[in-house]
């Protein structure tokens, strides 16, 4: 009977590990199967919709805490505004509701009774905000008005994914009012930055930060800033946007206050925004055929203690090993016993934990603990006098190891290219980030969208001033632009 439970026990670890589909095969099976698996989210009886389990939660827990020390740090105070905005607020700045008018949610029915005026569902707050930062500024030395909020958007969206792109998404949007263009756009700079810096140093998830495009920027802004980055299937994610909104919300809403010099101006404005989408791009960029991979510094669990065997004699040791670790890591321990140890090892390479600890009788007797590296496999035993600085820095270079990995794969997956047809072949075949000249005509991004399916992603902050051809017009061009197709 025990050795018939056993079996079903090691069959079912089998089974579990065949049944991840594949990353190296293909990534979009790979990506929802994995999140599935991995426990962070699971499908909502919503259409479009998603539930955020505990442990993504987690991950959205963490990258918050991250921004938001920065965000107050900044002077930038929280506060929060109502879901439902009045249809005529979005109607005000007429560019603003052509970009969102095709997934807007409205309200029309509430209380038992038609509403006078239909409410839409937040797409997005600037209407609403902007509203109450008129009501509350009439002169200079009410200004900046520097707010964020963290809150939740809805955007009704036809094909949805998880992460990536739900009818329901929480997020951060930065708000800011200054008296001068220079103050705001600084502002603006301020937040692109924060969020390559959310990117880099914490979710250890290379980028290009740029300017986008007349089309691809915000509606209703003066200029849209991206970090674009470049997914294992070698289409591009946008991770977040920064935008100098100019004074177009504040003329829209005749807002004005008294400057210092005695004269009506309107307010120069600024908004900025990252996403839980960011989880989506983790998790595509840091992953593997066994599962996920977590960077240790946003890893919910950063190490989970597996005993070989259950016992006394283990499991104080496995506690004696907890106690020297400390605080320094978050670290969980597997003591099921209705699992098999194969399982075990299979269920967190799941979940990506950056390390195991394995500790049998051998640990115990030669007081050492067996640690194995999930990015990497690799297996090293650390005496416990050296353990918690061991640890500490095993977990450090993995971070490092996941950054420089996809700063790599970009690099090498990022092509300059001069020629229209060199072009068309690549974003058919391996695709990959495209640095390419362009003579900012709009009717040549139309037509390279509709040839190649690539879309102008950012002008790169760093690129060259560089006399050359368009890639498809052959127009006079001053910089290399970055193309690719996108989520």
């Known amino acids: 009977m025990f050795f018939g439970l056993l079996q079903t026990k ?50 959205w827990e963490g990258i918050r805490e991250f921004m938001d020390s920065r965000i107050k740090k900044r002077g930038v105070k929280n506060a929060y505004f109502p879901i439902f905005i009045p249809e005529s607020y979005l109607n005000k700045e007429k560019e603003h509701v052509a970009g969102f008018s095709p997934q807007v949610a409205v309200v029309t029915f509430a209380g038992g009774e038609e509403l ?27 200004l900046p008005i520097m707010i964020n909020q963290w809150n939740n958007i809805v955007r009704w969206e036809k094909r949805t994914y998880l992460f990536l792109r739900t009818s329901e998404f929480l997020w951060q949007e930065g708000h800011c009012a200054h008296l001068r263009h ?37 509606a209703g802004g003066d200029q849209t800033y991206t970090y674009e980055i470049l997914m294992p299937d070698g289409k591009a994610l946008q991770g977040c946007t920064s935008h100098d909104l100019g004074q177009n919300f504040a003329k829209a809403f005749d807002w004005t206050v008294l400057d210092d010099r005695g004269k009506q101006v309107h307010p120069w404005q600024n908004s900025w925004g990252f996403s839980t989408r960011s989880i989506g791009g983790l998790i595509m960029v840091h992953g593997d055929d066994n599962g996920l991979i977590m960077p240790p510094r ?6 989970v ?17 907890v106690g020297r670790i400390g605080g320094s890591v978050r670290i969980e321990v597997d003591e099921r016993q209705d ?38 496999g690799e297996k090293l035993k650390l005496r416990l006098g050296d353990l918690k600085a061991g640890l500490g820095k095993m977990l450090e270079d993995i971070q490092f190891d ?7 794969f970009t690099m090498e997956n990022t092509h300059s290219v001069g020629v229209y047809d060199e072009f068309r072949n690549i974003m058919a075949t391996r695709r990959g980030f495209i640095r390419a000249f362009w003579c900012g005509n709009p009717e040549c ?10 879309t102008v992603r950012c002008l790169p902050l760093d690129a060259k001033n560089e006399a050359g051809k368009c890639i498809y017009c052959g127009g006079r061009s001053d910089h290399r632009w970055l193309f690719a197709q996108s989520y």
């Open 10 to 59: 090691i069959d079912s670890s089998m089974k579990e590990k065949k049944l991840l589909k594949k990353k190296s095969q293909n990534l979009s099976d790979w990506y929802t199967d994995v999140i599935l698996k991995a426990e962070l989210a699971d499908y909502a009886p919503i259409k479009g919709c998603m539930v955020i389990r505990p442990y993504g939660y987690a991950l």
């Open 116 to 142: 006078k005026e239909k409410l839409v569902v937040r797409p997005t707050s600037e209407t609403i905000m902007y509203e109450m930062y008129k009501k509350w500024s009439q002169s200079y030395r009410d």
């Open 182 to 218: 220079e103050e705001s756009a600084k502002t603006v700079n301020w937040a692109l930055e924060m969020y390559q810096e959310t990117y880099r140093e914490l979710l250890a998830v290379w980028g290009v930060a740029g300017l986008k495009s007349e089309a691809e920027k915000f």
């Open 298 to 303: 946003v890893a919910p669990i950063q190490a």
């Open 305 to 321: 203690a597996v005993p070989i065997k259950p016992g006394k004699i283990i499991s104080d040791y496995v506690a004696k090993v």
């Open 339 to 376: 699992e098999t140890v194969g399982f075990k090892f299979n269920k967190w390479e799941v979940k990506g934990v950056p390390v195991r600890l394995e500790i049998g009788e051998k640990e115990v007797a030669e007081s050492v603990v067996t640690v194995v590296r999930r990015d990497s």
């Open 402 to 408: 996941l950054l420089e990995r996809q700063r790599r």
């Open 445 to 454: 991004e139309v037509k390279i969208k509709e040839e190649t399916k690539a």
